[in-house]
């Protein structure tokens, strides 16, 4: 099944509530603070590092506000849009961490803009 939103597709697999979000990538460690994104792809090398970026929330389908960049980097987890829930957390990533997370802007209408 497939959506569209803001001329970016979210593609949902089988078996998971998160979509998968296709489309145009960047770093998570471009994004300005308040930028908000979908998470499509954990670009780490070891799978250790991206075990446990999927304990703490950081997962393919998930939306993201950036805090604040720098060393470490505050990310807030708001969880997928599609499950509804209201969940949230603030994570720390070293900029070489946050450097490996690929994002797609444009999806939900507030992706790319800074929060006000």
Known sequence: MSETHANTSLISPPGCVAAVPVGPTCSLATLAAGQIAHVATLGMDDPADAALLRAMGLRPGVRVRVIRLGQPSIIEVLGAEACGCACASRIGLTKD?????????GSGGEAGSPAQ
């Open 97 to 105: 961490l946050a450097a490996k997370v690929h994002v797609v802007l």
